[in-house]
């Protein structure tokens, strides 16, 4: 045998080695003891209730898509509605019921037109159809604030952008 071929007939052997040794251990080892029982003191995990949600996963996604369509930055409005679609269906999972009504029957009531249309704009490059169709996706979360008795939770149309640090310009 040459230098080249005894080298890596040696390298070969040492890995299927550690891997017989790896093995070996995983099946000889002792069971794994259970998780020890949380201290009586220990901080509950915070949930996010139905306002977090809205706040933190919907309303800078409702912000970024408005921007971006004023913008005519097609691409990235269309980044931001399938987020905004996607978080949509994530709190209809998380959350299925708020105050005994169906989330997600709400929001498709409220969202999927409008939400097409939003679509249908920018696939057009149409500022005027974007402008139409992203109001009636905010009439539409303001009808849902009213069905669930929250009528002076209000959303409109950003009128400047309360992300510094994004640009919503299109970049060439």
Same mark, same amino acid.
């Given at each position: 045998?040459?230098?080249?071929?005894?080298?890596?007939?040696?390298? &070969?052997?040492?890995?299927?080695?550690?891997?017989?040794?790896?093995?070996?251990?995983?099946?000889?080892?002792? &069971?794994?003891?259970?998780?020890?029982?949380?201290?009586?003191?220990? +901080?509950?995990?915070?949930?996010?209730?139905?306002?977090?949600?809205?706040?933190?996963?919907?309303?800078?996604?409702?912000?970024?898509?408005?921007?971006?369509?004023? &913008?005519?930055?097609?691409?990235? &409005?269309?980044?931001?509605?399938?987020?905004?679609?996607?978080?949509?269906?994530?709190?209809?999972?998380?959350? +299925?019921?708020?105050?005994?009504?169906?989330?997600?029957?709400?929001?498709?009531?409220?969202?999927?037109?409008?939400?097409?249309?939003?679509?249908?704009?920018?696939?057009?490059?149409? +500022?005027?159809?974007?402008?139409?169709?992203?109001?009636?996706?905010?009439?539409?979360?303001?009808?849902?604030?009213?069905?669930?008795?929250? +009528?002076?939770?209000?959303?409109?149309?950003?009128?400047?952008?309360?992300?510094?640090?994004?640009?919503?310009?299109?970049?060439?």
């Amino acid at each position: 045998m040459n230098d080249r071929t005894t080298s890596i007939a040696v390298i &070969a052997i040492a890995v299927l080695a550690a891997g017989s040794l790896g093995f070996w251990q995983t099946a000889h080892s002792p &069971a794994q003891q259970p998780a020890s029982p949380p201290l009586a003191n220990a +901080p509950a995990p915070y949930v996010m209730g139905m306002g977090d949600l809205m706040n933190t996963l919907i309303q800078p996604r409702h912000a970024k898509l408005g921007l971006a369509g004023r &913008a005519e930055n097609w691409a990235l &409005a269309n980044y931001a509605l399938s987020e905004l679609r996607q978080v949509f269906e994530r709190i209809g999972k998380a959350v +299925p019921k708020f105050r005994g009504m169906p989330v997600p029957e709400l929001i498709d009531a409220a969202l999927t037109a409008p939400l097409g249309a939003v679509e249908a704009a920018i696939r057009q490059k149409d +500022p005027q159809k974007f402008a139409a169709a992203y109001d009636q996706v905010t009439q539409g979360c303001n009808a849902c604030h009213i069905e669930l008795d929250h +009528p002076f939770v209000v959303i409109k149309t950003p009128d400047a952008s309360v992300f510094p640090n994004q640009e919503f310009g299109a970049q060439r």
